[in-house]
């Protein structure tokens, strides 16, 4: 590996590029010339790569430590970041990196096994003009994986690695302006239970051949690489064990009972829906012919699954053989259940409509807010036409789910227990607000509600561990159908009330009470979980006050945080 510009200035700081990369990948290590490297974590990952690579390095420093074990000493982390604060970081655009596949590779295998450990879903690399950050999706909630290291080529070399050398597949070479999807796999040490204790020692792993979708996406001044682990789940879990009301699986079993038709679950990405349908999959036995269309296939279901490929041609073939070109050739297959993916356009949209008068059980995905939202999608910004949506027993199920992170239940506070330590903090304002939102969803004798604790414990991460589904259905009947005929989806929402239709928010309150969820936690995820007027909204536009700071609070915006509504 030859040497390059220096990322440190400071002349008591032993330096190249591989140093430098793992200096910044901990920021816990440094070596310094005088033959001794510091270090505030004896435990660091990198300080026996950084005390080899300096032993064996001819290069570094006219060789003098070639050979030696340099002495290592324990030092509080403030004098570390000392020297990161008075380093001058050489972001030059020219500066170079050199690294092989091996290192590479590494890098790579690295950053999946600690998305394992911690029990991501989802790896992002981001790559910026003169710096490669790393971040992990977890329990749904977006963490640091690695610290930021400032050089471009990091990145860089990640991504034309992953999609060179590692994947499987690609939508097609690797171009830098031009977005590319393929799937790679990692074998890598997995927690043989998910929810054991993440302490040393105490969790039992077992070697497995993970998989991982890579997503690539363009951006200025570089990129950004998104791995999604597909089979992270060994084993489909049960609907019982998904956060589900017994009405609601006692509705999806009677469709999947039942003879025909559509059922269509709505969510964001990330939102569980493949995982539920799985499970309703799972309902079915052999005396029924299963098969999916999937992009890809994320769990091994036990019946035939096709990858659908929306974005690829095989061989001089001028059309893609996606989601409709195998929808068309399953019409031969004589198939009872089928899932057809997601549902993305107007094309894909008018297939699964078809294929769901054709008299079997059918199920599909779509990204919209709510279940009475997929009326909406279809029929305004798909342009599925409204009679065809509304045609008589094709749909038949429509649902909305989405996750939101469950208190620990080692550290979660009761309203008594969150007061004093809110009054502790010296912030009985914000006490007062949870106790306010609290009795204004739940009632005034909630004894059940918790509260997540902002410092969490050694179970969990800030008081949250583990999700749950958040879940509304509705089973569309000839009153729903007219209501969707006609476009009227305000009326058909009042119409839905009268009949007993319990939304999302109706769910995540049930679930607070029980003490489940965090009140703050589900707002992010449940539009006006906690109702605001919006009349104290327009009160913050109120130009009689001053402009010149916002610093603090108007009276208005003291009407919103404190939700006095009527």
């Not at 977006?142 to 999609?163: A, C, D, N, S, W």
């Not at 969490?456 to 009153?479: N, P």
């Not at 009160?539 to 939700?563: F, M, R």
Request: with cysteine.
């Amino acid at each position: 590996m030859t040497q390059s510009m220096d990322a440190f200035t400071l002349p008591d700081v032993l330096t190249d590029n591989t140093l430098t990369t793992f200096y910044f990948e901990e920021r816990s290590t440094l070596a310094l010339k005088n033959g001794t490297i510091i270090t505030c974590d004896i435990n660091a990952l990198r300080l026996k790569d950084i005390r080899e690579h300096i032993r064996t390095t001819a290069s570094l420093h006219d060789g003098l430590f070639v050979g030696k074990n340099l002495p290592i000493k324990q030092v509080d982390s403030s004098v570390i970041d000392e020297y990161f604060e008075r380093s001058q970081l050489a972001t030059q655009s020219n500066q170079h990196v050199d690294s092989d596949d091996t290192d590479v590779s590494l890098r790579l295998k690295r950053l999946q096994q600690k998305a394992v450990n911690l029990g991501s879903s989802d790896i992002h690399i981001e790559l910026y003009e003169q710096e490669t950050q790393f971040y992990a999706r977890v329990d749904g909630r977006r963490v640091q994986l690695e610290h930021t290291i400032p050089m471009h080529e990091v990145g860089e070399k990640l991504f034309g690695y992953i999609f060179t050398a590692k994947a499987d597949t690609t939508d097609n070479d690797f171009v830098t302006m031009t977005p590319n999807n393929g799937q790679i796999e990692q074998l890598l040490d997995c927690p043989i239970h998910q929810d054991a204790p993440h302490e040393e020692g105490e969790v039992k792993t077992e070697q497995r051949l993970t998989q991982w979708r890579v997503s690539y996406i363009p951006t200025k001044g570089g990129g950004k690489v998104t791995l999604r682990w597909l089979n992270a789940s060994r084993t489909i879990p049960p609907l019982d064990a998904m956060g589900l009301h017994p009405g609601h699986i006692t509705l999806l079993k009677d469709f999947c009972f039942g003879n025909s038709g559509l059922c269509m679950i709505a969510g964001k990405t990330g939102s569980g829906k493949s995982t539920l349908i799985a499970a309703l999959l799972k309902l079915f036995g052999k005396d029924k012919s299963v098969h999916t269309l999937e992009d890809p296939p994320e769990f091994n279901l036990g019946v035939p699954q096709t990858h659908a490929t929306p974005n690829q041609t095989v061989n001089d073939e001028t059309f893609v053989r996606g989601f409709n070109y195998y929808s068309k050739v399953l019409l031969r297959h004589d198939v009872d259940v089928e899932l057809h993916g997601e549902v993305r356009d107007n094309k894909g949209a008018m297939e699964v409509t078809r294929k769901g008068e054709t008299g079997q059980i059918l199920f599909t995905t779509l990204h919209t807010s709510s279940a009475a939202g997929i009326g909406h999608t279809l029929t305004e910004q798909l342009h599925v036409p409204a009679a065809v949506v509304a045609a008589p027993d094709l749909m038949r199920i429509w649902a909305y789910q989405t996750l939101v992170r469950t208190l620990c239940p080692h550290c979660k506070m009761s309203e008594a227990v969150a007061k004093t330590y809110y009054d502790n903090q010296g912030k009985p304002r914000h006490a007062a607000k949870l106790i306010a939102q609290s009795q204004q969803i739940c009632g005034e004798q909630s004894p059940g509600v918790f509260f997540k604790h902002p410092e969490g414990c050694k179970h969990c991460v800030e008081g949250e561990k583990g999700r749950t589904a958040l879940f509304e259905i509705i089973v569309l009947d000839d009153e729903d159908r007219a209501f969707i005929l006609n476009k009227d989806y305000l009326g058909w929402q009042a119409a839905l009330k009268a009949k007993g239709f319990k939304n999302v928010r109706d769910h995540a309150i049930s679930k607070i009470k029980a003490g489940l969820i965090d009140i703050e936690t589900a707002s992010q995820k449940v539009s006006h979980l906690i109702p605001v007027q919006t009349q104290a909204q327009y009160q913050l536009l109120d130009y009689g006050e001053t402009t010149e700071s916002y610093d603090t609070p108007t009276a208005a915006q003291e009407v919103i945080c404190n939700l006095n509504t009527p």
